[in-house]
């Protein structure tokens, strides 16, 4: 199963026509790491619009909500609900308990972005009845084999740009106060001293996120993948567009069907190989 995010309603029907079989959805107030969140009363319109072309519809409910926006999330949870969507990611365990009141627990996916990098971490919460579990996404192939051999239901994202941090804080506003400059974009790069490489950073009215310098891409890993026991696979278009989102599920679609992509994919395999906790060698 190939899952991706997608940013316009305008591109289901060339979703339609690719390998991906679920898209995610975000909406205003309830999603994270989005430049394309949509209208809530948008959410009938795009389950309508998915079942018409054949897609099913996950929606991201990545938020980490406050005490104040518990009233709201448990309307919004609803009226999922109401619609039959087919997947809710989640990484806020209040969501969860909500989900679970209303029925839903079978259509969440946990994914906390860095939290999840062992088998005993995907089975707790399998066992509450969840659907998936999306991994750590800095796990070295060996390690992803090791948690899918045990626990097929987990999800990876094979394709795109993740985050390494995220803060509920405004960080660039109060920097660039401090520097005595304006905010002018939601969109920055930010470069260290120590490294040539320019990490992307988006500000919005959920926070601070920093992702990765490039993103990650898995045509030299798809396979291996795919053997170990892997069968959902996300992408996600953030910082990319729906095009080349299609383009890149096409590729990982061409190499497991024993053929070769048609152009090379951006991005860096790297991590695959690295271990992920390094230890100091005298």
């Known amino acids: 199963m190939f899952i991706s995010t997608i940013q316009s309603m305008a591109s289901l029907p060339a979703f339609q026509a690719s390998p991906i079989d679920t898209v995610v959805v975000a909406f205003e107030g ?15 319109d795009w389950k309508a619009a998915c079942e018409q072309h054949g897609l099913k519809m996950a ?20 009226a999922l609900k109401d619609v039959d969507v087919d997947a809710i990611y989640y990484a806020d365990e209040g969501v969860f308990e909500i989900a679970q ?25 399998l066992d509450l009845g969840v659907k998936s579990v999306s991994l750590a996404h800095e796990l070295s192939l060996e390690e ?10 987990a999800e990876i994202l094979i394709h795109g740009y993740f985050s390494i941090l995220y803060s509920r804080r405004p960080l660039v506003t109060n920097y660039l106060r401090h520097i005595g400059k304006e ?18 950073v988006l500000e919005d009215e959920s926070g601070t996120h920093v992702f990765s310098a490039e993103p990650i891409q898995s ?42 992509p ?21």
């Open 262 to 282: 048609a152009r090379p994919l951006a991005g860096s395999d790297r991590w695959y190989g690295q271990t992920t906790v390094k230890k100091k060698v005298d």
């Open 59 to 78: 929606v991201n409910a990545l938020k980490l909500f406050m005490e104040e926006e518990v009233d709201g999330l448990e309307h919004f949870l609803q």
């Open 101 to 125: 009141r209303l029925g839903l627990q079978e259509k969440l996916v946990y994914q906390p972005e860095t939290l999840v990098t062992n088998t005993p971490d995907v089975r707790f919460y």
């Open 183 to 200: 905010k002018k974009s939601d969109r920055y790069d930010l470069v260290e001293q120590t490294r040539d490489e320019a990490m992307p």
């Open 144 to 153: 992803i084999v090791g948690i899918v051999q045990n626990c097929p239901q």
């Open 219 to 260: 045509l030299d890993y798809i396979q291996a993948l795919y053997d170990a026991g892997v069968r959902r696979f996300r992408l996600d278009s953030l910082f990319l567009n729906d095009e080349e989102i299609i383009e890149a599920a096409k590729a990982y679609a061409a190499v497991l069907a024993g053929g070769q």
């Open 30 to 44: 309830f999603s994270l790491r989005s430049e394309a969140k949509q209208p809530i009363d948008s959410l009938a």
